[in-house]
C-alpha cells in the first residue's frame, strides 16, 4: 500500500451540475484541486472552483486538451466524448470509469446487450433503428421506446402501448424496451476501487413522479424482503464487476409482480438515488467516488436505520428566476437537509435541489417527508 | 417569519482559512454565492471559489470595498479592519458578528474589560504598556503576558514565572494575566440568530500540545459532572448574549483545581474546539454560522454520544511542501473523517487538518485517537 500522500492532486470532472457540486463539496475536505468541464457559464458547479473551464464535454479536442491537465479523470454524466477518453487512456492517464465502461452504458442498445452478455436479468429489448421501423413491432408492445443516446431523467423515453402510439414515437437509434409489471423501482449503488475491491450500500426504494417520470422520493433501507435485498445486491454486484472498471455504478432495478429482480438501468457515476448516503452513510457515494479515483481504501457504507430523500423539482407554471418557499419552516426540522443546486432558473420539473431526512425509525422520516413535499417550493420570483 | 429564498444570496468572509474552507463546504448546499477576501493567493480558500479578492483584509479601503459588493459580511479571523466594518453598518449593512463584537475580542485587553464589566468570571488582569512595564508587577507572578493584537493559536503568549523571564517579554501593549492551576480546559460554542435565540453545542474538553500551545484534541462531550456542564453552559450564554450580537462564538474556560470556572478567552466566529461538529452534531458550527447570516432557523445542536477531533500539525524537523503519511491507514478506519486544509506548505506546529471520529462510546473513540496520532504525519517532501 502507498503511503504518502496527494497521490493525485488535479482531478477532472466532465460535467458541472449538481452532481459535480456535492463532489466538490466533499472533496474540499481533502487535499485536491478539483477541475472542472462543462459548456455552461451558469453550470451549478461554474462558481466553485477556480479550475473551472468552460467547454463542450461531447466534443473530442476539448475533451482531450481537458484530460491533459489532470491526473486522474471522471464525470458527473455519461454522456461525453468517448474517444477522447480512450486516446487518454492509452496515453496512460487514469480515467475512472474506465472509457469502456462508459461506452457500454451511455448507448442504452451497447448496455443492454452488456447485460445479456453478462446473463444479468433484465426486460426483453429490440433494436430500432427509426420511427418507420417502430411497425416491425406490434406484436412486442407493450413497450418502452428509448433512444440510445442522451437521454436522462425520463428524456428519450416514451410509452407506446399500442401502435397508435408509434406517431409520437422517436426518429433516432432506439431500443424497445418490452414493459413489465412493476411492483417496486429499486436502486443499489456500488463502490468499486482500482483493485476490484467493492463496498455496496443499503437497497433504496424509488417512487416516481408519474408526470415528470424522474425520482419523486426514495426510501432506504426498500421495505423489501431480505431475500430480495440478498438477490438486488448480488445483481448489483455482478454488474459492478462485469464492467471490469472501477468507479461507483448505481444499478437501478425493477421488482417485478411475480416477484422477479430485473436490472433496468446502470449509471456509471454518481446518482440521484445515493444522495441521502451524505448524510445516511459513514461514507457518502460522492466520499467513495473520491476515494476511489485517489486509490484510498473504500469508506463504510453503513447507514441510518432510516432515511428518506425527497427531490426538489420545479414547480408546475413557474419559469424563471427561481426563489424557494418554505425554507424557513423545513430548515427548522431537525435531522432534516436542505441541498440547494444553485441553479438560476426554475421550470416545472427540472431538478433544483434535493432533502434529505434521517431517522431512528420510518414513521417519523416518512411524517417529515410528507411536511417537506407540501411546504417546500420551486417557484418563480 | 420570512417565506422566500434566497433572502442573501452574496455572502462575505473576511480571511481564507481553513475555517472559511470548511464554512464553503457547507454553504455549498444553499444557494449562495461566496466571497473570500484574503491576502494569500495560495489561501486553503484561494481556488475554492470563483469570488476570491486577494487583498489585506486589516486594511480600512479593502475591507470597505470589499463589503459593498456583498449582502452581508462574517469572518472567519477577528483580526480584521473594524473601522471599515463599523461604517459599513452605519451604511445598513450586514455585519455578523456585530463590528462592535469584533473589536471588543479582538483586543485582549478590551476583551478581558468586557467580563469585567459583565461579571464574567474570568483570571485576574492587568494592562502593561511595553516590557520596560512588565517590572512593576514582580508581585502578580506566575501570569502570562498576551500582545493585546494579533495574538492566536499560542502566538502572541508567553508565560512570565519570575522576574527573570521579563527578558523575553513582548514589548507591546499588553495584558498580563494572572496564572490559574487548571485542571482542565473546556470549551462551549454558542450560536445567536439575529433574534437573539440561542442554541449551545455539548460542552468539550480541550488537551493541549504543550510545546505549540494549540490545541492537541479534544473529547466531546467533556468528561466533568453535570453540574459543571450547567455552569459552563450557562456562563457561555452568559458571554454570548453580553456581546448583543448574533454570529456564533467560541467560549474557552478553565476549569481550575478548586472546581472554579472562569472564562479564559473567547472567539467571535467558528473555531478548532467545534471542528468535530461537522460529523457529531446535527448541524455543525459552519452551518449554524451561515444559518444565522441567512437569517434561517438555529439548526440543533444535539450530538453524538461520544466524539473526538484531532489536529494534524506540521512534524517537528518539517518544512516545505507537504505530504501525509499514514493516509491509507486511517482512511480505512470506520468513522473516521480526515480534513486536509489544502496548505501547500508544512511547518513544524502548523496547521494542516484535521480528524474527526465519532463513536457510541469513549473507549473506541479513544482507541482511534490513538492510531490516528500515531500514523498520521505531515512531513515534508
Redesign the interface.
Known amino acids: 500500500?502507498?503511503?504518502?500522500?496527494?497521490l493525485a492532486t488535479k482531478i477532472g470532472i466532465l460535467g458541472g451540475g449538481q452532481l459535480g457540486?456535492?463532489f466538490?463539496?466533499n472533496a474540499?475536505?481533502?487535499?485536491v484541486?478539483i477541475h472542472i468541464l462543462d459548456p455552461s457559464s451558469n453550470a451549478p458547479c461554474?462558481?466553485?472552483?477556480?479550475?473551472?473551464v468552460q467547454g463542450d464535454f461531447k466534443d473530442y479536442e476539448t475533451v482531450y486538451k481537458f484530460g491533459q491537465t489532470v491526473d486522474v479523470i471522471s464525470i458527473e454524466i455519461e454522456h461525453v466524448n468517448t474517444q477522447a477518453l480512450f486516446d487518454l487512456e492509452k496515453e496512460g492517464k487514469l480515467v475512472i470509469p474506465s472509457a469502456l465502461a462508459i461506452q457500454t452504458i451511455k448507448d442504452k442498445g451497447l448496455q443492454k446487450q452488456f447485460y445479456e452478455d453478462y446473463e444479468i436479468p433484465s426486460s426483453r429489448f429490440r433494436f430500432v433503428e427509426n420511427k418507420a421501423a417502430l411497425k416491425e413491432h406490434i406484436a412486442f408492445l407493450p413497450a418502452f421506446q428509448k433512444a440510445r443516446k442522451d437521454g436522462y431523467d425520463g428524456k428519450g423515453v416514451t410509452f407506446l402501448k399500442t401502435a397508435a402510439d408509434f406517431e409520437q414515437g422517436f426518429d433516432v437509434p432506439s431500443i424497445l424496451e418490452k414493459a413489465v409489471d412493476i411492483n417496486k423501482e429499486l436502486s443499489v449503488l456500488v463502490a468499486r476501487d482500482q483493485e476490484g475491491n467493492t463496498e455496496v450500500y443499503p437497497v433504496v426504494e424509488l417512487v416516481f413522479d408519474p408526470v415528470y417520470n424522474l425520482v419523486d422520493y426514495l426510501i432506504a433501507p426498500a421495505q423489501i424482503s431480505e431475500k430480495e435485498v440478498e438477490i438486488a445486491k448480488k445483481l448489483a454486484l455482478r454488474v459492478a464487476d462485469s464492467l471490469h472498471s472501477p468507479g461507483l455504478f448505481a444499478i437501478e432495478m425493477f421488482l417485478t409482480k411475480e416477484g422477479e429482480i430485473l436490472v433496468n438501468e446502470t449509471a456509471p457515476r454518481a446518482h440521484n438515488s445515493g444522495h441521502h448516503t451524505i448524510e445516511a452513510s459513514?461514507s457518502s457515494q460522492f466520499d467513495n467516488q473520491l476515494?476511489i479515483l485517489l486509490g484510498?481504501?473504500l469508506?463504510?457504507t453503513?447507514s441510518y436505520k432510516a432515511a428518506a430523500m425527497i427531490n426538489i423539482v420545479g414547480s408546475e407554471g413557474h419559469s424563471g428566476k427561481?426563489?424557494?418557499?418554505?425554507?424557513?419552516e423545513v430548515?427548522?426540522l431537525?435531522?432534516v437537509?436542505?441541498?440547494?443546486?444553485?441553479k438560476e432558473e426554475t421550470k416545472p420539473g427540472r431538478k433544483m435541489?434535493h432533502v434529505s431526512v434521517i431517522g431512528a425509525n420510518f414513521e417519523d422520516v416518512l411524517e417529515k417527508i410528507a411536511v417537506v413535499k407540501e411546504k417546500l417550493k420551486a417557484v418563480s420570483r
Chains 1, 2 share one sequence.
Do not use: C, W
Not at 461554474?46 to 473551472?52: G, N, S
Not at 427561481?322 to 424557513?328: K, N, T
Open positions: 500500500m502507498k503511503n504518502t500522500f496527494p457540486r456535492m466538490i463539496e474540499l475536505r481533502y487535499d484541486e461554474a462558481h466553485l472552483t477556480a479550475y473551472f459513514i476515494r484510498l481504501p469508506g463504510s453503513k427561481v426563489s424557494y418557499e418554505g425554507i424557513q430548515s427548522a431537525e435531522n437537509y436542505i441541498h440547494l443546486y444553485g435541489g
